[in-house]
C-alpha cells in the first residue's frame, strides 16, 4: 500500500467538506475530506484508482500511480438520482418520488439577497407557484402565492410548512433556510388530507454537521429605488386638455367657458419665476414630491454550525433594517413619521445522539419585529399614498414656505394631503415577538423489528403584539391660495385669540404590555411509525401518524383539528415504483355527522432507463414515467365570517313601536336569525390526476420534467341564489363545482466547458386554465351572465366597438342608460350586447382574461468562469387582465392620465376619448380601463466573485465571496404601473425595484 492526499473543489473553487474518497472496487478503504476539503488514503498497489464522489456532483475517478498529491475539481450533476426529496412527513430519493414535486435549496434562494421575506423569493425558482405582488410597504411585501392556479372562489393560499409544522412563511429567514419543496398532486399532498388541497410549501431550516465550527458572516446593503407609476400631464398641459374639453363640451355645457383658462393665466403655470408666482399657481409632480428616488435597507446574518457525533447544532441571528422610499416632510412637532420595518431573528437547530438508537432534535426559534406606520390609519390608509396617483398638479403645494400644509376647499375628499397626513398622524410602533419551540424524539426499533422506527414531536409557538409610539390627531394648520384672485383660505384659527393658530399637542403612548386580542397561540403534537426494509430488490416503507393541531387568537374559542394518515411505497430493483396514502382527518369546521373525512391516493412510476432493453441508448441518462391519482380536502371557511357554519346563530334587541307615539316602544325585546345554519355543511374535495415524464440525457446536459394536471373541485362553500323575496341571507352550501387543467415544463442545461468555465440555463413554464361546471346561477340569466362555463376571476367589461365618429354615427346609437344626452363625437361605442336596445348592467360580458396570470414562465441563464459567476433570470406571465380606473378630469379636478393620443375630429383612430370636463360619459366597468396584464420582468440578476483561499488563509478566512445583486430592474409590460394585482384598491405603497451589494466570510 502507498499512501496519497489530495484536495477536493467544487465550481466555485470552494474546498468541499465531506467528500467521500474510496478505493475503486473496495468500499472498505476510504475516507471522507475536512473542513479544508483535504484527504489522506492508503492505497492497495494493486487497486491504484479512487473514487471522489459528492451529493449532487459527478463521481470522479483518478489513477494514482505515479503520484501521491492530487487537486480534484467536482463538476455539478444536473441529474443525481440520490438527491434526497423533501416530502410530506419524511423524505425520498430522488429516483423514487412518483408525486409531482419541486424543490430549490438555500443556496439557490440565496440569489435573491436584498428581499426582504422568504416569500418573494419563491418566484421564478419554483416551477408550478406564481406570485403575485401588490405592495412595497416596508414589513408586508409577501405576495400571493398560488401553486397550479385557482380551483376555488374561496381561499386559495397553499398550506406552508416549517419544519413539518403549519406556520407564516415569513417566521424564518432565507439564510436559515436548507431546501424548500412544493407538492402539487394527490400523491403527494393527500397525506395533509383537510389541508393540502391547494398544494403544500415544505420548508426545512438548516441543520448541523459534524465538524469543527464553521463561522459564516453575511452583510448586505441595499438601495430600492419605486418601480413603474402611473403617468400624468403636468399643470400646463392637464390645464391645456380642459380647455380643449370644454370647447368640445360648450353645445352642452355653455357655462363651461367660465372655466377656461386663457392663454396667459395658463403660461404662469409654465413660466415661473419667484416662490410666490409657483404657489399661486401649482405645478406639482406628485410622485417626485411625494416618492424618494432611493431608500437604504440593511441586512447582517451570522450562523455557527458543527458538532460532535454526540451533540450537532446550527445557531444563526439575522437583523433587518427596511427603510421608506416616502418622503418624510418635516412637521416641526419633534418627531419624524413614515414608514419601516426592523426584526431580528434567531435560531438554534440542535441534535443530540442520546444513545446508539435514540435521537433528539430541539428547535428553538424567534423573532422581535417593530413595524412603523402612521395612527388610526388602519381604514384609511389608502390617503398615504393617494395623493401620488389621484392628486391634480396644480391644487395646492404639499406644505408652503410660511409652514402650512395645501388643501382645497372644495373637495378636501378627493384632494388629500397625503404628506400632511403621513407627517402629522404621529408614529404607530408595533412590536411582535414570536417564539417557537419544537421537539422530536426519535426512537431507532430495529431490536423489535428491522428498519422499524418511531418518532414525537411536540411543538409549541407563541406570538404576543404590543403597540406604542407617538399619538397625534393630524390636527394642523391649512391653506389654499385662489390661483385666479390670489385669495388666501386657512383651514383653522383655533388659538385663544381665535386668531393666532396654536397646534395641537401630540402624545407619548407608551406600548400595552399585549394587545390581547392579538396573541396567538399554536400547539401541535405528532407520534410516528416508520418502517423501511429492503428484500433483495424490493424496497418496502410504510408509515403511520397521529396528529392534533390546536391554535387560537385572543380570546377566541381554539380552533382543532386532528389527522390519522398512512403511506405505504414499493420499489422494485430502482425500475418499478408504487405509492398509496389515505388521511383520515378531523375538523371543528362541522357539524358531528361531517366532522371526520378520508382522503385516498395512489401513484405509479417506471424508471424506463434502467430497463436491460435500454442500456444500448447511451446517451439517454434518465427517463421515468409517474401517474397519480387521489383526493384532497379544504376546510377553510375564509370569507364566511361565522366558524360554525352548521349551526343557527342567534341575536337580541330591537322592538317594535308601540301605539301612536313615535317615542312608544313595545317593552318586550325579539330574538332574531342572524345566520340560517345548515348541518350539511362539509369539506370542499379535490380529486387530482397528474401524470408527467422526468428525463435528462447527453450525460446531463439536458434534464427536466413534463406533467400534465387534471383537478376537479367539487362541494364549494358558497351562498345559494334566492329570490330577492326570500327575506333574509340563505344558509351557506357546498353546491360550486369548477375544473382545473394545465401542464408545466421544465428544461435544465448544463455544459461544463472546460476546468474554469461552465454555462447552465434553465426555462420552465406553467400553464393552468380553469372553468367554473356549477355555481347555482340563477336559471332565468342568460349564458353569458352565469359563471358556469368561465374561469375564475373571470373579468366581466362593456365591450366597445370604435367610436361615434359624427352625429349621424350619435343618432343613431343605442340608448345609455345614464347620461345618454350628453353623447358626442369621439364617445366610445359601447356594444349593446344583449340586443335590447338599450345599455345598462346586463350588457356587461366575460371578456379577455381573469385576474391571475393562466401562464407563468421563467428563464434563468448562468456561467462560472474561475472565481466569477453570473446569473440572470426573466420572470413573465400572460393570459391575464386588470382593471386599473385612470379617470381624467374626475370629480372636477383636473388630473389628467397619460394614455395616449386622443380622439379628434382630424384623427378619428386616437387611443382614448377626449375626458369630460363638465359633461358626463361614464366608462366605468368598459374595456377602456381593462388592461393587458402580461409582463416580463428582469427579476434577478447576480454578479459574484470568490477569493482564492491562498489570499485568505493567513487572515484566518476559510472563504470571501462578493457580490452585486438585483431584483426587478426592468419591468416591460402595457399596464400603466408595476402592480401585478389590485387586491390592495386601486392604489397602494409602491412597488420597488432593489440592488444588493454584499459580502460573505466564512471562517
Same mark, same amino acid.
Given at each position: ?18 467528500? $467521500?474518497?474510496?478505493?475503486? #472496487? ?44 492530487? $487537486? ?15 416530502? #410530506?412527513?419524511? &423524505? ?20 435573491? +439577497? ?21 405592495? =412595497? ?44 419543496? +412544493? ?27 459534524? !465538524? ?76 417626485? *414630491? ?152 426519535? %426512537? ?29 390627531? #393630524?390636527?394642523?394648520? &391649512? ?80 380552533? /382543532? ?78 370569507? /364566511? ?11 337580541? #334587541? ?37 401524470? =408527467? ?85 340563477? %336559471?332565468? /340569466?342568460?349564458? /353569458? ?24 354615427? +350619435? ?64 420572470? =413573465? ?9 385612470? $379617470?381624467?378630469?374626475? !370629480? ?80 416591460? $409590460? ?13 392604489? *397602494? ?15
Amino acid at each position: 500500500m502507498y499512501t496519497v492526499k489530495g484536495k477536493v473543489f467544487d465550481e466555485k473553487n470552494m474546498p468541499m467538506i465531506g467528500a $467521500t474518497v474510496v478505493v475503486k #472496487g473496495d468500499l472498505k478503504i476510504g475516507t471522507v475530506t475536512d473542513v479544508d476539503g483535504r484527504f489522506t488514503l492508503n492505497v492497495p498497489m494493486k487497486q491504484p484508482v479512487i473514487v471522489i464522489s459528492y451529493v449532487g456532483y459527478k463521481p470522479q475517478e483518478i489513477d494514482t500511480k505515479g503520484k501521491n498529491f492530487f $487537486t480534484v475539481d467536482m463538476i455539478p450533476n444536473n441529474v443525481n438520482l440520490n438527491d434526497v426529496v423533501v416530502v #410530506g412527513y419524511g &423524505q425520498e430519493k430522488k429516483q423514487s418520488v412518483v408525486g409531482a414535486i419541486v424543490q430549490t435549496s438555500g443556496k439557490q434562494l440565496a440569489k435573491s +439577497v436584498g428581499l426582504p421575506d422568504l416569500g418573494s423569493a419563491l418566484t421564478g425558482n419554483l416551477p408550478g407557484v406564481i406570485t403575485m405582488t401588490t405592495t =412595497g410597504k416596508p414589513g408586508d411585501e409577501t405576495p400571493q402565492i398560488l401553486i397550479r392556479g385557482e380551483s376555488t372562489w374561496n381561499n386559495t393560499s397553499p398550506l406552508i410548512l416549517v419544519d413539518g409544522i403549519e406556520r407564516d412563511i415569513n417566521s424564518v429567514n432565507i439564510n436559515d433556510v436548507e431546501s424548500i419543496s +412544493v407538492l402539487k398532486d394527490a400523491s403527494a399532498t393527500a397525506v395533509f388530507g383537510v389541508r393540502g388541497a391547494n398544494g403544500v410549501i415544505l420548508i426545512t431550516t438548516k441543520r448541523g454537521e459534524e !465538524g469543527k465550527a464553521n463561522i459564516s458572516v453575511t452583510v448586505n446593503t441595499t438601495v430600492k429605488m419605486p418601480q413603474m407609476l402611473a403617468s400624468k400631464y403636468d399643470s400646463y398641459d392637464a390645464l391645456s386638455i380642459r380647455n380643449e374639453s370644454i370647447e368640445r363640451e360648450l353645445g352642452l355645457y355653455p357655462a363651461a367657458w367660465g372655466k377656461y383658462m386663457p392663454n396667459a393665466t395658463l403660461n404662469e403655470y409654465r413660466n415661473q419665476t419667484t416662490l410666490a408666482q409657483a404657489e399661486q399657481y401649482p405645478n406639482i409632480n406628485w410622485q417626485d *414630491a411625494l416618492v424618494r428616488k432611493a431608500a437604504m435597507d440593511h441586512n447582517v446574518n451570522m450562523n455557527i454550525s458543527g458538532g460532535t457525533p454526540e451533540v450537532k447544532y446550527f445557531t444563526s441571528v439575522d437583523y433587518e433594517d427596511e427603510g421608506d422610499i416616502l418622503k418624510h416632510y418635516p412637521n416641526g412637532k419633534g418627531y419624524t413619521g413614515g414608514y419601516g420595518f426592523k426584526r431580528l431573528d434567531v435560531r438554534s437547530n440542535l441534535d443530540f445522539n442520546l444513545t446508539r438508537t435514540t435521537t433528539l432534535k430541539a428547535d428553538l426559534a424567534g423573532s422581535y419585529g417593530v413595524v412603523q406606520d402612521a395612527y388610526n390609519q388602519d381604514s384609511w390608509e389608502y390617503r398615504i399614498w393617494q395623493s401620488i396617483y389621484s392628486n391634480p398638479p396644480d391644487v395646492y403645494y404639499p406644505r408652503y414656505s410660511d409652514g402650512s400644509w395645501g388643501y382645497y376647499p372644495p373637495n378636501t375628499v378627493g384632494t388629500i394631503n397625503s404628506a400632511l397626513t403621513l407627517s402629522n398622524n404621529g408614529i404607530r410602533y408595533t412590536t411582535t415577538k414570536q417564539i417557537n419551540t419544537d421537539f422530536t424524539l426519535k %426512537q431507532d426499533l430495529s431490536m423489535i423489528l428491522d428498519g422499524l422506527s418511531a418518532q414525537g414531536m411536540l411543538s409549541y409557538d407563541n406570538t404576543f403584539v404590543s403597540v406604542g409610539g407617538i399619538y397625534d390627531n #393630524g390636527n394642523v394648520q &391649512q391653506t389654499y391660495i385662489d390661483p385666479v384672485t390670489g385669495e388666501v383660505t386657512q383651514s383653522s384659527y383655533l388659538g385663544t385669540n381665535q386668531f393666532n393658530w396654536i397646534p395641537s399637542r401630540w402624545s407619548p403612548n407608551a406600548d400595552a404590555d399585549v394587545s390581547p386580542d392579538a396573541t396567538y397561540r399554536h400547539t401541535f403534537y405528532q407520534l410516528q411509525l416508520n418502517y423501511a426494509k429492503k428484500f433483495g430488490k424490493h424496497d418496502v416503507t410504510g408509515m403511520g401518524l397521529f396528529s392534533r393541531d390546536q391554535y387560537a387568537t385572543g380570546s377566541e374559542v381554539p380552533h /382543532y383539528r386532528e389527522d390519522w394518515v398512512g403511506r405505504f411505497t414499493y420499489n422494485y430493483a430502482e425500475k418499478y415504483f408504487a405509492e398509496v396514502n389515505g388521511a383520515y382527518n378531523g375538523s371543528e369546521q362541522f357539524g358531528p355527522s361531517h366532522r371526520f373525512a378520508f382522503f385516498p391516493s395512489a401513484a405509479l412510476g417506471w424508471m424506463i432507463t434502467n430497463e436491460k432493453f435500454m442500456k444500448p441508448m447511451k446517451f439517454l441518462d434518465m427517463l421515468k414515467l409517474r401517474a397519480s391519482w387521489g383526493q384532497v380536502g379544504s376546510d377553510n371557511m375564509n370569507g /364566511y365570517y361565522n366558524r360554525w357554519l352548521y349551526m343557527t346563530s342567534w341575536g337580541y #334587541g330591537g322592538t317594535l313601536p308601540l301605539g301612536t307615539n313615535p317615542y312608544a316602544s313595545n317593552p318586550y325585546q325579539w330574538w332574531y336569525v342572524t345566520q340560517q345554519g345548515n348541518s350539511d355543511i362539509h369539506w370542499e374535495k379535490v380529486t387530482k390526476t397528474n401524470a =408527467g415524464v422526468d428525463y435528462a440525457f447527453l450525460g446531463g446536459l439536458v434534464a427536466g420534467n413534463f406533467d400534465v394536471f387534471r383537478d376537479i373541485r367539487t362541494d364549494i362553500l358558497m351562498t345559494p341564489t334566492v329570490p330577492s323575496y326570500f327575506g333574509t341571507t340563505p344558509a351557506a352550501a357546498n353546491l360550486g363545482i369548477v375544473r382545473n387543467i394545465g401542464y408545466e415544463l421544465v428544461i435544465r442545461l448544463n455544459k461544463q466547458i472546460n476546468k474554469n468555465l461552465r454555462l447552465w440555463g434553465n426555462f420552465d413554464m406553467t400553464h393552468a386554465r380553469n372553468q367554473v361546471i356549477y355555481a347555482d346561477d340563477p %336559471q332565468l /340569466y342568460d349564458a /353569458y351572465r352565469k359563471s358556469a362555463g368561465k374561469p375564475v376571476g373571470q373579468n366581466y367589461s362593456y365591450v366597445t366597438g370604435g367610436y361615434y365618429n359624427n352625429w349621424d354615427q +350619435v343618432y343613431g346609437s343605442t340608448q345609455l342608460n345614464t347620461y345618454d344626452t350628453e353623447k358626442l363625437p369621439g364617445n366610445l361605442n359601447i356594444i349593446d350586447f344583449n340586443g335590447d336596445g338599450k345599455i345598462d348592467n346586463k350588457d356587461s360580458a366575460p371578456y379577455s382574461y381573469p385576474s391571475y396570470p393562466e401562464n407563468t414562465f421563467t428563464t434563468t441563464v448562468g456561467c462560472d468562469w474561475k472565481a466569477f459567476s453570473l446569473s440572470v433570470m426573466f420572470y =413573465g406571465v400572460n393570459d391575464v387582465s386588470r382593471y386599473m380606473q385612470l $379617470t381624467s378630469f374626475s !370629480g372636477s379636478l383636473d388630473n389628467v392620465y397619460k394614455q395616449g393620443s386622443y380622439w379628434t375630429k382630424t384623427d378619428q383612430n386616437g387611443n382614448v376619448p377626449m375626458p369630460r370636463w363638465d359633461s358626463h360619459m361614464d366608462y366605468t366597468g368598459s374595456t377602456l380601463y381593462l388592461y393587458d396584464g402580461s409582463y416580463l420582468r428582469l427579476k434577478n440578476v447576480q454578479l459574484a466573485y470568490t477569493f482564492k483561499k491562498e489570499w485568505l488563509q493567513k487572515y484566518g478566512i476559510n472563504s470571501l465571496r462578493a457580490y452585486l445583486n438585483g431584483e426587478d430592474l426592468f419591468l416591460w $409590460t402595457h399596464m400603466p404601473d408595476s402592480r401585478e394585482v389590485n387586491t390592495a384598491g386601486s392604489t *397602494a405603497y409602491p412597488l420597488v425595484k432593489r440592488i444588493t451589494c454584499g459580502l460573505n466570510v466564512t471562517f
